[in-house]
């Protein structure tokens, strides 16, 4: 049985920092690229960030760039996303995914596995 788990979300201040993770399950992970993925209520799900299978490029959105960074531990099975510097627009559901990613791809279509979904708030 294929399973995503993120974890880490919460509730933080603005301009602190949390670290993501997504363990994966029922499935090779190392043939996967993993994305994350962000949804507020109301929009499309936007791609935050993407890291290959073959070679670990990696892709960010513009409005996470240099804020946020993405790493695997295949050995572990696991993804993480570290968040710094967030920002009260940074505040949505952050979803982990498996499929196809890398450094110039990082969108929804391409994913074949999702987790549920952790909450993450940027408030003060």
């Known amino acids: 049985q294929v399973q995503l788990v993120e974890s880490g979300g919460g509730l933080v201040q603005p301009g602190g920092s949390l670290r993501l993770s997504c363990t994966a399950s029922g499935f090779t992970f190392d043939f996967y690229g993993i994305g994350w993925f962000r949804q507020v209520p109301g929009k499309e799900r936007e791609g935050v960030s993407c890291?290959?299978?073959?070679?670990?490029?990696?892709y960010y959105a513009d409005t996470v760039k240099g804020r946020f960074t993405i790493s695997r531990d295949n050995a572990k099975n696991t993804a993480y996303l570290q968040m710094n510097s967030l920002k009260p627009e940074d505040t949505a559901v952050y979803y982990c995914?498996?499929?196809?990613?890398?450094?110039?791809?990082?969108?929804?279509?391409?994913?074949?596995?999702w987790g549920k979904g952790t909450p993450v708030t940027v408030s003060s």
């Open positions: 890291i290959s299978n073959t070679d670990g490029s990696t």
């Open positions: 995914a498996a499929g196809y990613a890398n450094s110039g791809y990082c969108d929804h279509y391409g994913m074949d596995y």
